[in-house]
T-cell receptor, first 114, second 117 residues
Framework: AQSVTQLGSHVSVSEGALVLLRCNYS??????LFWYVQYPNQGLQLLLK??????LVKGINGFEAEFKKSETSFHLTKPSAHMSDAAEYFC????????????FGAGTRLAVHP | GAVVSQHPSWVICKSGTSVKIECRSL??????MFWYRQFPKQSLMLMAT?????????EQGVEKDKFLINHASLTLSTLTVTSAHPEDSSFYIC?????????????FGQGTRLTVV
């Protein structure tokens, strides 16, 4: 069965600092992985996705993630944090059986300080 | 990108009443839609898969008689919380994927915050 684990429920960085949000996956088949962002009282917006093409995936708002099979990881990074990046971030994997059912990690709340 | 609209964005209802939440794909057809529930400061939990023209598939532990799902067209799925109680208060989010495309991203509605008093 597929699953994702997000390490760190809260991450705090200074504006302009590197953002690193960690996600490890477990899957018996090649996974399809996603990062979503959620602002308060809103739905989820796709940041980027990995679908077995390039291992380094670039997304919106300057975010990128690298798929590392040897480490079963799909960490999200951004070189320079902006105040507007403060939000909840979810890593997700498609559950086997198709139909695009997503299994979400517990989420990481990113705080950005001036 | 594809747009999913969820309505209402928030609702307050009295205990014992029923509440209907709509999820619409505005610019694409969605054979399948999904309903999630999110408790405060927690992740999203899949409740059910809504299939156009057929019965919904519920996840283990989700009461199908409590959460009625109807997917009458390729662009609309509804979730009705029947005989709502305070413990049903939560943030409900729907998602949809492009019809006939697998292992692609899901597009999410903006969510509905339900408060039962």
């Amino acid at each position: 069965a597929q699953s994702v684990t997000q390490l760190g429920s809260h991450v705090s960085v200074s504006e302009g600092a590197l953002v690193l949000l960690r996600c490890n996956y477990s899957s018996s088949v090649p996974p399809y992985l996603f990062w979503y962002v959620q602002y308060p009282n809103q739905g989820l917006q796709l940041l980027l996705k990995y679908t077995s093409a390039a291992t380094l995936v670039k997304g919106i708002n300057g975010f990128e993630a690298e798929f590392k099979k040897s480490e079963t990881s799909f960490h999200l990074t951004k070189p320079s944090a902006h105040m507007s990046d403060a939000a909840e971030y979810f890593c997700a994997v498609i559950r086997s059986g198709g139909y695009n059912k997503l299994i979400f990690g517990a989420g990481t709340r990113l705080a950005v300080h001036p | 990108g594809a747009v999913v609209s969820q309505h209402p964005s928030w609702v307050i209802c009295k205990s014992g009443t029923s509440v209907k939440i709509e999820c619409r794909s505005l610019d694409f057809q969605a054979t399948t839609m999904f309903w999630y529930r999110q408790f405060p400061k927690q992740s999203l939990m899949l409740m059910a898969t809504s299939n156009e023209g057929s019965k919904a598939t519920y996840e283990q532990g989700v009461e199908k008689d409590k959460f009625l799902i109807n997917h009458a067209s390729l662009t609309l799925s509804t979730l009705t919380v029947t005989s709502a109680h305070p413990e049903d208060s939560s943030f409900y989010i729907c998602s949809a994927s492009l019809a006939g495309r697998w292992n692609t991203e899901a597009f999410f509605g903006q969510g509905t915050r339900l408060t039962v008093v």
